[in-house]
């Protein structure tokens, strides 16, 4: 099955305590994406990925890290989490091979810094 | 850089036709989408525009009018399941490496008996 798979789910954390979402996908996707959803805010781009090792700033990347070692793979880094990074993160993917090419979401995943 | 307006909320009855509008401003237009999400769950796809016109799936159509910059999603026969939050979504084909989407805040879709 074409999936988007993201873990943990849940995740309650303290401020500065350093934490990793992961991100995978098993349909090939040149490109992938965090974003994160706040109430009234909507979903933002935090960084995207082009393909494995080409990665760069979406619209609110200050506070967060990411990488693409392998193209399956991109996880979001907190280094030093911080009590307004409390929000609903979701990676996505697409493929870049037409125009039409939707992005796929992964399940989410609810962070709590406090 | 990207505009995007949606309603907040709206509120219609089982069974009946809503149609939910979008409005966006953007440098370099390279596509609508529209994306149903339940509350909690993440956004699903439902349709893609990149010309003018109508395009129809099912019980929804998505309409884009690119020199008004202006789309709409149309539900029709509607069922309660369609309570839902619907994001209009623009992509840019200059900035983010010609595949960026800004999404609009959502229109969050209630369905009544």
């Known amino acids: 099955e074409a999936q988007v798979t993201q873990n943990p789910r849940y995740l309650i954390t303290v401020t500065g305590k350093k934490l990793t979402v992961t991100c995978s996908q098993n349909?090939?996707?040149?490109?992938m994406s965090w974003y994160r959803q706040d109430p009234g805010l909507g979903l933002r781009q935090i960084y995207y990925s082009m393909n494995v090792e080409v990665t760069d700033k979406g619209d609110v990347p200050e506070g967060y890290k990411v990488s693409r070692k392998e193209k399956r793979n991109f996880p979001l880094i907190l280094e030093s989490p911080s009590p307004n990074q409390t929000s609903l993160y979701f990676c996505a993917s697409a493929g870049l091979r037409a125009t039409n090419e939707k992005l796929f979401f992964g399940s989410g995943t609810q962070l709590s810094v406090l | 850089g990207q505009n995007i307006d949606q309603p907040t909320e709206m509120t219609a009855t089982e069974g009946a036709i809503v149609q939910i509008n979008c409005t966006y401003q953007t440098s370099g237009f390279n596509g609508l989408f529209w994306y149903q999400q339940h509350a909690g769950e993440a956004p699903t796809f439902l349709s893609y525009n990149v010309l003018d016109g109508l395009e129809e799936k099912g019980r929804f159509s998505s309409f884009l009018s690119r020199s008004k910059g202006y789309s709409y999603l149309l539900l029709k026969e509607l069922q309660m399941k369609d309570s839902a939050s619907y994001l209009c979504a623009v992509r840019d084909g200059v900035t983010g490496g010609g595949n960026k989407l800004t999404f609009g805040t959502g229109t969050q879709l209630k369905v009544e008996l």
């Open positions: 349909m090939n996707h040149e490109y």
